[in-house]
């Protein structure tokens, strides 16, 4: 089962730039607990997977980003 290959969404012409303080781009590449989506969903190539998880950590640190995300909202339903 081959699946058709998809091109990755941050190489190319016009392709937005990996930063750190590009907060938009990088929640993208987040689930909403706060994971970096994996690159077998996101189809982001190899260097550029790494980049961004590179400046989403980066983010973290700066306190631009939420280590932890909706975990209460997803954990609503358990009884405490």
Same mark, same amino acid.
């Given at each position: ?15 937005? =730039? %990996? ?6 781009? &990088?929640?993208? !590449? @987040? ?7 994996? /690159? +077998? ?13 590179? =400046? %989403? ?6 306190? &631009?980003?939420? !280590? @932890? ?7 609503? /339903? +358990?009884?405490?």
């Amino acid at each position: 089962t081959s699946r058709p290959n998809k091109s990755c969404p941050l190489s190319g012409k016009g392709a937005p =730039e %990996i930063n750190y303080k590009n907060i938009k781009l &990088l929640k993208k !590449y @987040v689930s909403d607990t706060a994971k970096i989506l994996p /690159s +077998r969903i996101t189809n982001v190539s190899l260097g550029k997977q790494r980049a961004l998880s590179k =400046e %989403i950590k980066k983010a973290r640190v700066l306190a &631009l980003m939420p !280590y @932890v995300g909706n975990w209460h909202a997803s954990n609503s /339903s +358990r009884k405490h």
